[in-house]
């Protein structure tokens, strides 16, 4: 064999290379032993150690095995386990091939139990014992021990341990052999010794004598030792290390804390007192010793980076020192190590002045240390595999890795000479180590334990490390901080340095507990390491000067802490929500809410934050008025991928106690919680050794009050604030993170730091108008992803929601409208990949060509209008080409092959519009699909249930239908927004059956939450069956022109404008925008045409036009009211259109005037001054019969419906008062009040001694929004009545009444009374003038009435109060409107009309009933109600209409029921089936005791004699309680019955005791129904219940009698029930 020549010698991280070939074919240990001259084979050990050093070991001898044997397990290990190292799924228990296990709790019960070792050893039949380092390592009495029972020990003997490893006993041999020594408590000791040779005398060993006179006995002998030697000092255990049992004390006022401390790390352990050398640097050498007195240097360790003396990094070689100093120091090494027969593997550290170049003896480790792969690194020798061999007999020089190491060949017998350090090769490389601990940088590297959730540690070729947990690993408290080491080795120092550097940035570890990787990374990058000016003091001062490591920016930071606490609190409540859904419990869905309210304290500044989910995976972060999006991804192992501002951020968290940890990016930031510093809790495990303060003593800020400890680790717990201590643990108590240790009552309370709040917004933030970007088709991509999200649940924050909802749905339909669109979703880029880049090699070339020619064809037609994109031609393509196919099989595979290309070409084959519908009716599908649920279901657990059942007990999918559910008001919003978008585009129309379809679906929610999105369905399925306003105002604007067209002819049209006076359908919001028509003529004709309608209640007996010095068009009138009472208010309109009916009339229904004559002779006046009044004027009186006359007389009027009211008598034919009226239209207020003093003085003549009678009706012209809100309108109108009512009583002003009219919408209206001073009559507001007394307020007679506000004007709203003082009780709401049908030109409404109008106001009229019912300013009211009056005539059947009514009134049962709704009215104008006529049909609703609904039907019928009008069951109809009753009688108040039964259901929360009958008599009909189903042939029951109440006579007999409900008084009620069951 060739000696092996060192330029080919290979850095190996685990002694024998790999790639060596075991020429020696050896197989076994027992063949190894033979082979190289060994004592006895060892194939069995037990590992007295846990954590690293137990992996360590077993990972370096696997290694060295399978390199030498071929077999990795060729060694078999035994490991002792506690309970706590299996709890934290410790990683060498998993290593091992058999373990023990052990008692648990502090190391003196297992790993450091010399005796229980032994004995296991003994049990497992092991042939060696390798303890590590820590616990028994150092304990001279295990070697002894186990020699005594014939198993070898992989260290030292015995007799070496107790003269080197202990640290008392090492410093006397050094001084003893001359090596220098720091000044110490024994530094006068020395004891005579000789070198043993070859082991062949006694070792070397100090007297117990002179080893006690190095020893401190106590308290008292170490002050004195330490004042002797001179402060600062060190206070050491001999048995210490690893950081444990050491102090600095530069003081004496803490000497006696310290060296309590340092008693209670290592119990037992002799002490001795040790002068602190300042700025030295902490080297070490090495060694490696035989049993046969043969001992070499492996190089040296600088270890100088140290916390609290324990070692953080370490490097090797040792190149602070010159290699002249650095061999003397080797030298001393060995001598020592001879000098006691040392045997195994051992430290020899010094501390070396580097301004000196000299060296002082500091102790000797009888041990491998931790940082021991430093060595094999530089050297190539596997260590533990050494102390293996060396364990079994054979000699350094035959050992492989050592004869490597001085370039012989591997497996030779040369002797080779260790004592001439020259002829040893230089060490190869530098290694640089880091030590990974569970500790916490920022709080002095206080310890701490617990899980780990993940760790990933990158090796390569020049970075390795090991661990002793594992990703669900952990660290109890009674194991080692020290978890891991990472080594970096380089071919300089700055390479390693780098090496690392890269390796601990992407070290990633997610546990419970703070690590050191990122302040190594720190400390690596400091100036003073990179230029290797560092000492063992380098680190402390760092620590006390504050350095942290690198933190992220505060507001990335904030950000990302904040987004992954709010993602993970809502993770966590969404898991429970579904846990317990699988446990059939049904949770709060305010669980599930995507929104969180954080307060971060970060670096002293308190941030308020609003975190939102707005969509599954982003969050909008609100800040101070300011917020951003960012993009959240959880990865699978528990981190988050943050995206913001386009970086990326992975984070994880860990939320402790005080604290919440978040590591952003592999850097670690703590969020501090608001804490209260009178409350002292525990950060971690421990236990409790003692208070050092009296319970009850005074302490300051910063003061020690408890010694605890934690990881093995014997730390103090300061308090933060000052005030008196009181101590709520028992020392000795094991406490977990979060018990109260002590409380303290504060001196100061309001001195405590609070930190301070942070003020500003985010340096870049978001705008809530930013939308989507970039090409269409990626922008359209993300539009509808938003939207999306909106309908399930992810609404954006107030206040941004709506305009960012308003901006994405006009981007929308701006993207939807390009004409590129379909183009580029075809041939454009998604991700960067063409659409039909992803077909190519999967659809044929011909069909790929043909494509692209229709897209280049249609790309070049863009700019022609008729360009439509190529749907059909592109499909056509496809199927040409499917024809030219042989067999089914190709033709099936292209087919699919094409599908991604049909769906595009579907979506734009009815071009652009009908895409936007499609886009919309998926939204509004996504609605639907959840609404519907929940809509249908009578609670919320029989929709979870519904739910479960359709997601087959999916509990996730039924959370997010929930979620969704809960933010309905989002989602309303969304979809009225959507509905109105497309609707005032005109991209619905009636033909869409799909969108029909969606509308009814839409429409049929009947819960109070859908009731503004059925509203607006319902409106919009009206509107599309009617004409729209322009078509409507185009019509009225050809009636007006028709009647002027022969003006310049001198012929006119008049009657044509009959038209519009007599219309049963509703106009004003057309009509008052002719008040301002350009044609002064039309103004003119629009003027008298409203107030021919708005008066035509009364007798109008002169109209004249007049125009203001202005040029405003005015009409004046006069009218007085009819000169009989009427008990038909209605009278006119029914005999009118009797007579309609059969001959055309031209009469007005102002009675006494013929309008527009066509047979009398026109007046010819100039043609500018002509207007149709002076022809009405001047037309001479049209006699009408008797009959007709007397109905036109006694129409009621509009203004005086309070005296109707009142019961006040009309006045007789002998004093009729004649009224003046006065009408204008205004652009402006502005204009009103220059023309006003013009416009009283056309009231000077007509004056009146009793009482005002005239009245002025001023339009105005107000197109502005801000002129929409009626408060403010009220307020504008308020002023001015208030400002001019001086200049309105000399006239004799009656009212003033405001028309404020806006293009496209109902005027509303202000009426101001003289009997009120001017102010608002606020029961009239926004009373359509026509239409006041079908509102019927003569019904309201018994009761005091309030009018209500509301923001439906069409709508009118009462709260009324019983004006009898005895029923005071009685409060309840009136809601009451008309229904007119908007369309000019039809005569009569269709069903389908009248239902959904009629459904879409009873939702108005529940919408604002709503509003007031839980307005604090009306008492609890009860019985409220509702009545509707349809004007049309519709063809119908009343008696089969009652049933669709009922089911209309069923589906709002609910909500009618929690507003008290106790009875609705609704009035119609019915023409039957195959009848000409028409009449008063009214069905009455009622619902008295909320468990059975009636319906009656009557029919309005006038008595011929009397003229009364009364009520008359419809024929057909069930008969009803209003039978036979006047239809003016007013509403009755609550009676008794309904009293008690309204106190029961509200107050007590129970059923009405006769209630209980019609309980009955409900369930009974409904089981008689339900048996019909199934049963049609069988006779059903007309009455299946009959109860008769049962009474005590005043014999005190019960006897039968029939009595109303109510009369009881005894505490029993008892019926005799007859029932009649299926």
């Not at 999918?957 to 929930?962: F, K, T």
């Not at 009206?1022 to 003006?1047: G, Q, T, V």
């Not at 209605?1130 to 009797?1138: A, I, Q």
């Not at 307020?1337 to 709203?1357: A, T």
Request: glycine share 6%; proline share 5%; charged share 25%.
């Amino acid at each position: 064999m060739e000696v092996e020549d060192s330029s080919t010698h290979k850095r190996s991280l685990s002694g024998t290379n790999l790639h060596d070939v075991n020429i020696m074919n050896i197989k076994t240990p027992r063949e190894l032993v033979q082979l190289l001259g060994g004592l006895h084979p060892i194939e069995k050990v037990l590992i007295a150690n846990n954590g690293i050093a137990a992996v360590k070991c077993i990972r370096s001898i696997r290694r060295w095995s399978y390199n030498m044997f071929g077999n990795e397990k060729s060694i078999q290990f035994v490991v002792m386990v506690t309970p706590e190292d299996m709890a934290a799924n410790a990683e060498f228990v998993k290593l091992a091939d058999q373990h023990v296990d052990v008692p648990g709790g502090t190391n003196n019960h297992n790993y450091a139990n010399v005796e229980l070792i032994v004995e296991i050893a003994r049990q497992q039949e092991v042939q060696a014992v390798w303890a590590g380092w820590g616990h028994a390592s150092e304990n001279p009495k295990l070697p002894e021990m186990l020699a005594a029972a014939n198993i070898i020990f992989m260290g030292p003997p015995g007799h070496a341990m107790r003269s080197l490893g202990d640290k008392i006993s090492s410093s006397i041999v050094a001084q003893s052999a001359n090596v220098p020594t720091l000044p110490w408590s024994g530094s006068h000791l020395k004891v005579d010794c000789g070198i043993p040779q070859g082991g062949s005398c006694d070792p070397f060993q100090v007297p117990v004598d002179i080893y006690k006179q190095g020893c401190i006995q106590d308290l008292e002998s170490g002050l004195a030792a330490a004042r002797s030697i001179g402060f600062p000092v060190m206070i050491k255990a001999s048995e210490g290390g690893g950081g444990k049992g050491i102090r600095k004390c530069t003081k004496e006022e803490d000497f006696a804390s310290s060296y309590r401390q340092v008693l209670a790390e290592v119990p037992g352990s002799p002490i001795f007192i040790m002068k602190l050398a300042s700025s030295a640097r902490h080297l070490e050498v090495q060694v490696l010793a035989d049993v046969y007195g043969n001992c070499i240097s492996l190089y040296g360790r600088d270890c100088s980076v140290q916390r609290r003396h324990q070692k953080i990094i370490e490097e090797a070689p040792a190149n602070i020192a010159t290699m002249s100093v650095f061999q003397e120091m080797e030298a001393a090494a060995i001598r020592l190590s001879r000098l006691v027969g040392y045997v195994s593997t051992g430290t020899i550290e010094y501390l070396y002045d580097v301004k000196t170049s000299t060296f002082s003896f500091l102790e000797l480790n009888p041990r491998l240390q931790v940082e021991h792969p430093c060595s094999e690194m530089i050297c190539g020798v596997n260590l533990p595999a050494c102390q293996l061999q060396v364990a079994m007999g054979i000699p350094l020089h035959r050992i492989p890795d050592i004869r490597s190491m001085y370039c012989k060949e591997k497996f030779g017998k040369t002797p080779i000479d260790f004592e001439d350090l020259s002829c040893r090769p230089p060490p190869r490389g530098h290694v640089v180590a880091c030590r990974i601990t569970a500790e916490n940088p920022d709080e002095g590297f206080k310890p701490s334990g617990g899980t780990v959730q993940e760790l990933n540690f990158r090796s390569s070729v020049d970075v390795w490390g090991y661990f002793s947990v594992s990703a669900t690993g952990g660290l109890h408290e009674f194991a080692d901080s020290q978890f891991g080491h990472c080594f970096a080795w380089g071919p300089t120092r700055d390479d390693a340095r780098h090496a690392m550097v890269v390796a601990l940035k992407e070290l990633s570890i997610r546990a419970d507990f703070r690590t050191t990787a990122e302040y190594l990374v720190k400390l690596l990058e400091h100036t003073q390491f990179r230029d290797n000016n560092i000492s063992t003091e380098w680190l402390d001062g760092l620590i006390v000067s504050k350095v942290q490591a690198e933190r992220p920016d505060p507001i990335v930071a904030v950000t990302c802490g904040a987004v992954h606490i709010a993602d993970s609190e809502i993770a966590k409540a969404t898991r429970e929500f579904c846990a317990a859904l699988t446990r059939g419990q049904i949770m709060s869905p305010e669980m599930l809410k995507k929104v969180r309210n954080l307060e971060l304290i970060y670096d002293n500044f308190k941030y308020k934050l609003s975190v939102v989910g707005i969509a599954p995976t982003k969050y909008a972060v609100i800040l101070n008025n300011s917020f951003i999006e960012v993009d959240v991804r959880r990865l699978t192992d528990g981190s988050s991928l943050v995206r913001f501002n386009g970086e990326s951020y992975v984070t994880y968290m860990k939320e402790d106690i005080t604290h919440f940890r978040i590591v952003v990016g592999g850097r670690t930031c703590i969020f501090e919680k608001e804490n209260d510093p009178s409350i002292c809790h525990t950060t971690s495990t421990g236990k409790l050794l003692g208070y050092l303060v009296p319970d009850g003593a005074h302490v300051q800020a910063g003061d020690p009050v408890a010694e605890v400890e934690v990881m093995k680790m014997v730390t103090q717990f300061t308090v933060e604030a000052s005030g008196t201590v009181k101590h709520e643990m028992v020392p000795g108590h094991n406490f977990r993170a979060g018990e109260v240790l002590v409380t303290i009552t504060l001196d100061d309370p309001t001195q405590v730091k609070r930190p301070l709040l942070f003020t500003q917004t985010f340096p870049n933030p978001s705008s809530a108008q930013c939308v989507p970007g970039g090409k269409p088709h990626h922008a359209l991509r993300e539009i509808v992803n938003h939207l999306s999200a909106i309908m399930q649940g992810y609404a954006f924050p107030m206040p941004y929601f709506r305009t960012r909802l308003i901006s994405l749905v006009d981007k929308l339909f701006e993207v939807c409208m390009n004409r590129r669109l379909p183009l580029l979703e075809m041939r454009g880029k998604t991700f960067n990949i063409h659409l039909l880049a992803t077909l190519a090699g999967r659809i044929p070339q011909e069909i790929e060509l043909g494509i692209q020619d229709q897209l280049q064809f249609y790309e070049k037609s863009l700019s022609s209008m008729l360009c439509r994109f190529p749907a059909q031609k592109i499909d056509a393509v496809i199927y040409d080409h499917l024809q030219t196919l042989p067999h089914h099989s190709e033709q099936d595979a292209v087919f699919k092959a094409c599908q991604d290309i049909f769906l595009k070409t579907k979506a734009f084959s009815a071009g652009e519009r009908a895409h936007i519908v499609q886009i919309v009716l998926k939204l509004l599908q996504e609605y639907i699909d959840i609404e519907l649920m929940f809509a249908r279901s009578h609670s919320e657990e029989s929709a979870v249930q519904f739910l479960l059942n359709k997601h087959s007990n999916d509990c996730q999918a039924v959370a997010n239908a929930m979620f969704s559910h809960s933010q309905l008001d989002s989602k309303n919003v969304l979809v009225k927004i959507l509905l109105e978008k497309v609707f005032d585009k005109r991209l619905f129309s009636k033909d869409q059956g799909d969108v029909s379809f969606l509308l009814k679906e839409l429409a049929n929610l009947g819960s109070s939450s859908h009731s503004s999105v059925a509203l607006v369905a319902r409106k919009i399925l009206m509107k599309m069956h009617l004409p729209s306003y322009e078509r409507r105002k185009n019509n009225m604007e050809c009636i007006f022109l028709e009647a002027m067209e022969d003006s310049f002819a001198g012929t006119y049209a008049p009657e044509r404008l009959e038209r519009i006076v007599n219309s049963q359908t509703a106009v004003f919001d057309v009509l008052t925008g002719f008040f301002y028509h350009s044609s002064e003529t039309i103004q003119q004709a629009a003027l008298e045409v409203y107030v021919r309608r708005s008066y035509v209640a009364y007798t109008l007996t002169d109209i004249t036009h007049r125009r203001s010095p202005s040029g405003c068009v005015v009409i004046q009138f006069a009218f007085h009211i009819p000169t009989k009472s009427a008990q038909d208010p209605e009278g006119l309109y029914r005999e009118v259109h009797r007579q309609e009916s059969g001959m055309r009339s031209r009469s007005s229904s102002s009675g006494s005037v013929k309008i527009f004559d066509m047979e009398s002779p026109p007046v010819l006046t100039p043609i500018r001054n002509r207007s149709p009044t002076t022809l009405l004027n001047a037309a001479p009186s049209f006699s009408i019969g008797d009959e007709l006359a007397s109905a036109l007389k006694s129409v009621v009027s509009i203004d005086d419906l309070q005296q109707l009211e009142r019961e006040a008598e009309r006045p007789s034919a002998g004093n009729i008062v004649m009224r003046l009226g006065v009408m204008a239209a205004f652009s402006s207020l502005k204009e009103l009040e220059s023309q006003l003093p013009w416009l009283l003085t056309l009231f000077e003549s007509n004056q009146h001694d009793a009482e005002p009678i005239n009245v002025l009706n001023v339009a105005l012209c107000m197109e502005s929004d801000e002129f929409q809100d009626d408060e403010m309108l009220l307020g504008i109108l308020s002023n001015f009545a208030r400002q001019y009512s001086d200049d309105f009583f000399p006239v004799q002003l009656r009212r003033i009444t405001f028309i404020i009219c806006h293009q496209g919408r109902f005027p509303k209206y202000f009426t101001f009374r003289e009997r009120l001073a001017y102010q608002e009559d606020a029961i009239y507001r926004h009373v359509d003038p026509a239409l006041a007394f079908k509102l019927e307020m003569f019904r309201l007679g018994n009761y005091n009435v309030e009018h209500c506000p509301s923001r439906n004007p069409h709508l009118h709203l009462y709260y009324g109060q019983a004006k009898d003082l005895r029923l005071n009780h009685d409060r309840r709401f009136f809601a009451r409107t008309i229904m007119r049908h908007p369309d000019l030109l039809e005569k009569e409404a269709t069903k389908d009309l009248m239902q959904e109008a009629g459904e879409r106001l009873l939702l108005e009229a529940l919408d604002e009933l709503e509003v007031v019912y839980y307005d604090s300013k009306y008492q609890k009211t009860d019985c409220n109600h509702v009545f509707i009056n349809f004007l049309p005539v519709v063809e119908m059947d009343p008696v089969a209409y009652a049933n669709e009514l009922g089911d209309m009134i069923r589906r709002y049962g609910e909500r009618l029921w929690k507003l008290r709704v106790i009875e609705a009215e609704v009035r119609m104008n019915v023409r039957p089936p195959k009848s000409s006529s028409s009449h008063s049909v009214r069905f009455v609703i009622s619902n008295l005791s909320g468990y059975s609904m009636d319906i009656h039907i009557y029919k309005e019928v006038v008595d011929a004699t009397t003229g009364v009008a009364f009520y008359k069951t419809y024929p057909g109809a069930t008969h009803g309680p209003l039978h036979g009753h006047s239809t003016h009688e007013p509403y009755l108040c609550k009676d008794k019955t309904q009293l008690r039964r309204y106190i029961a259901q509200k107050h007590n929360n129970t059923t009405y005791v006769y209630d209980y009958i019609d309980l009955f008599r409900v369930a009974l009909e409904q089981r008689w129904q339900a048996y019909h189903r199934n049963n049609p042939g069988i006779h059903t029951p007309d009455r299946p219940l009959k109860a008769i109440e049962l009474v005590l006579n005043k014999s005190g007999k019960l006897v039968e009698e029939s009595r109303p409900c109510g009369l009881n008084t005894v505490g029993m009620v008892t019926w005799r029930i007859e029932l009649k069951t299926p």
